[in-house]
């Protein structure tokens, strides 16, 4: 299974972000995805998660209300819509796979990542 992210890049505070997560190598109906992001000198935290269906959302508290995350079983595709950055939103944002049906916010929990995109929010 192939994950590759992208649509990361510098913004201004206030600005948005699409990130977007193409995934291969398997049937992408059967998956839960995950973004986490890992910004420079701290540990890789959960930012959001949803279901196999889409049906199920999950948001860290930073991110709740000013992310959203859509899944298109058609496209192959995760998105991660970030409105009103801050600066504390810059991370490199990883996207993540999951075979299983009750992680949520564990990264261990996950089975498939992508390379990482790297968000920057200046002030």
């Known amino acids: 299974v192939q994950l590759q992210a992208s649509g990361g890049g510098s913004v201004q505070a206030g600005d948005s972000l699409r990130l977007s997560c193409l995934v291969s190598?398997?049937?992408?109906?059967?998956?839960?995805m995950g973004w986490f992001r890992q910004a420079q000198g701290k540990e890789r935290e959960f930012v959001s998660r949803?279901?196999?269906?889409?049906?199920?959302?999950y948001y860290a508290d930073a991110v709740k209300g000013r992310f959203t995350i859509v899944k298109d079983n058609g496209e192959n595709t995760v998105y991660l819509q970030m409105n009103s950055l801050k600066p504390e939103d810059t991370a490199v944002y990883y996207c993540?796979?999951?075979?299983?049906?009750?992680?949520?916010?564990?990264?261990?929990?996950?089975?498939?990542w992508g390379q990482g995109t790297l968000v920057t929010v200046s002030s």
């Open positions: 190598g398997s049937t992408f109906s059967s998956l839960a």
């Open positions: 949803i279901s196999r269906r889409g049906g199920r959302t």
């Open positions: 993540a796979a999951d075979r299983g049906v009750s992680g949520t916010y564990n990264a261990d929990d996950y089975d498939y």
